[in-house]
């Protein structure tokens, strides 16, 4: 059973930056996709970045593109993902998951994901 859990959210003003974190059990980081989701009341649960087993392969949706970057130590088995320019409409809650059936592809169909944390909240005052 894969474990996540996701740090590092918080209320920041807009056109601040904040860094999530995501702490993973085993060794899962090193063989598998992982990305990054929002929630919103009113949009779902919507793909942010992702990045696969080897950090070849990178994916972001455009609204975070140029402003957010993901990333991963391996030796802490942590994922992060890097939030600058911050806007009202990145408010959310975050979460980090994992994909262990096609490591080789930066997923960013959330019903391919296997395992997720359970969430750290974002707000950004306008």
């Known amino acids: 059973q894969v474990q996540l859990v996701e740090s590092g959210g918080g209320l920041v003003q807009a056109g601040g930056s904040l860094r999530l974190s995501c702490k993973a059990s085993?060794?899962?980081?090193?063989?598998?996709?992982t990305g990054w989701f929002r929630h919103t009341p009113g949009k779902g649960r919507q793909f942010v970045a992702a990045?696969?087993?080897?950090?070849?392969?990178?994916k972001y949706s455009d609204s975070v593109k140029d402003r957010f970057a993901i990333s991963r130590d391996l030796a802490q088995n942590t994922m992060y993902l890097q939030m600058n320019s911050l806007e009202s409409e990145d408010t959310a809650v975050y979460y980090c998951?994992?994909?262990?059936?096609?490591?080789?592809?930066?997923?960013?169909?959330?019903?391919?994901?296997?395992?997720w944390g359970r969430g750290t909240q974002v707000t950004v005052s306008s």
């Open positions: 998951a994992v994909e262990i059936h096609r490591p080789w592809v930066a997923e960013e169909a959330v019903e391919n994901y296997d395992y």
């Open positions: 085993l060794r899962t980081l090193r063989t598998y996709t």
């Open positions: 990045i696969n087993w080897n950090g070849s392969s990178t």
